[in-house]
């Protein structure tokens, strides 16, 4: 019987919980993932940035052992990337950077760490709002970029959005509006370990964005086993009521809504990805993609992902979330920065305002919990699901709409609320109804 020693190797190397560890990097080129299916039926690969020149492929030692066994070709991300990542800030330059704007609008930031990364870095994170020291009834919105350290691209644009907001607030309208109604939620970096490595992963090797329960794989969402920046993620999701946000990479230029993990279709694929063409449209190069129609793409129709962020944000959380890739060169000249906040710009404040395309409710009492029944009634009359709820407080982003909630607490009693869903509107502090 002849065995193939290069699977074998990568395959007995995966831990637990399906993750691979990333030691080897390569662009296989000229063709389709099918090429390396015994791979990623083992599991021992990850896949990523399919496109009509070829796809990255990443695995343990013995990866490219095995390519060259079957005459593949493909290049060393690894040597290719080593030579091009320079002239970034480094993380204490990031976290003075964000320290000074946290202490120069005081009134609307606030700057902490969620947690600690494997060599010990604070995972930061700018809440931008109002009134930045309460937690006040409004609707919750994140962005969360650079779970892959190389894909630098979002890190800048986070600081540079930050930076515009403190300027402007105040003076621009739109930007006012914005923050006096909402508290916003900005981490520039879930894996600031493999940026300073220069490395897709983190200081483990494993690559972050296959490392949250997954919504075939698993059956609840527990942080055990996982790496620390995803219990830091986990923890911090659950201690708050995000109904909307996106996580940022780089390699393409693209929107990618869920689902990743199946193609089935989303509960919600219309409004998702009506969601997503309105961040691409407002990109011009986005916009006008030759691969992906309207800058815009499903998950899984593009490739499979285990143990994204994206699905498990919905699937568990109920907290609406999109892909954005900004950059086709992962690392870019950092002169070109400016450039691509300036492509961005719009469509970052627009995708936070879609926030407010939603309806909520919040009881006076601490503590209520329970379930609601949501009834769609115009423009049609569908059922729209049963969602939990706890810490006395629900919101959720649904489409242009009047809709029936059924509020049941776990002490029994019930509540019927109807509201009204508007598109292109900030209301005061959310649309939340406010409940004894």
């Known amino acids: 019987m002849k065995i193939n020693v290069a699977l074998v190797l990568l395959t007995l190397s995966l831990p637990c919980m399906a993750t691979v560890k990333i030691e080897e990097e390569v662009f296989v080129t000229g063709q389709r993932p099918e090429i390396v299916k015994e791979l990623i039926d083992s599991g021992s690969v990850e896949v990523d940035h399919v496109s009509s020149e070829g796809f990255e492929l990443y695995g343990s030692k013995g990866l490219k052992t095995y390519l060259d066994q079957k005459n593949i070709f493909y290049f060393d991300m690894k040597l290719m990337n080593k030579k091009m990542m320079a002239d970034y800030p480094s993380y204490t330059q990031i976290t003075t950077s964000l320290q000074e704007l946290a202490q120069r609008y005081p009134k609307i930031m606030r700057l902490f760490s ?13 809440k931008i709002s109002d009134n930045v020291n309460l937690d006040e009834i409004e609707p919750e919105f994140k962005y969360i970029s650079s779970m892959h350290g190389d894909e630098i691209t979002g890190r800048e644009l986070m600081i540079n959005l ?7 607030y105040g003076s621009d309208t739109e930007i006012t509006n914005l923050i006096n109604n909402t508290e916003i939620y900005v981490m520039p970096s879930m894996n600031p370990d493999g940026s300073e490595l220069r490395q897709r992963a983190n200081a483990n090797g494993t690559d972050l964005n296959r490392n949250f329960p997954d919504i075939l794989r698993d059956r609840d969402s527990t942080s055990i086993g996982r790496e620390v920046e995803n219990q830091a993620v986990m923890k911090f999701q659950a201690e708050r009521h995000f109904a909307l946000s996106a996580n940022f990479h780089g390699g393409v230029i693209v929107a990618n809504y869920p689902w990743d ?13 009506e969601l997503s063409i309105g961040y691409a449209e407002l990109n011009p190069e986005m916009r006008n993609s030759s691969e992906f129609p309207l800058g815009v ?15 498990w944000s ?37 995708y936070m305002k879609q926030v407010h395309r ?16 949501i009834t769609q009634i115009s423009p049609e009359k569908k059922d729209f699901g049963n969602y939990a709820f706890s810490s006395s407080e629900f919101y959720k982003v649904m489409p242009e709409g009047k809709y029936r909630f059924s509020i049941k607490e ?16 900030i209301g005061s502090n959310g649309n939340f109804a406010l409940l004894n």
């Open 114 to 126: 969620i947690g600690k990364t494997v060599k010990g870095r604070s995972l930061w994170m700018m």
């Open 162 to 168: 930050i930076q515009e907001i403190g300027q402007k």
């Open 261 to 273: 993990s199946t193609y089935d279709r989303h509960p919600l694929d219309a409004f998702v990805k």
């Open 297 to 311: 793409t499903n998950g899984a129709d593009w490739y499979v992902v285990k143990g994204g962020m994206q699905d």
């Open 314 to 350: 919905y699937f568990w959380h109920q907290d609406l979330q999109i892909t954005v890739e900004l950059s086709y060169a992962k690392w870019p000249s950092y002169n070109d920065i400016p450039d691509f906040y300036a492509n961005n710009r719009d469509s970052l404040i627009f």
């Open 358 to 373: 939603g309806a909520g409710f919040k009881f006076a009492k601490t503590n209520a919990e329970g379930v609601v029944s």
């Open 410 to 425: 776990k002490n029994g009693s019930v509540k019927d609320l109807e509201v009204e869903v508007r598109k292109d509107e």
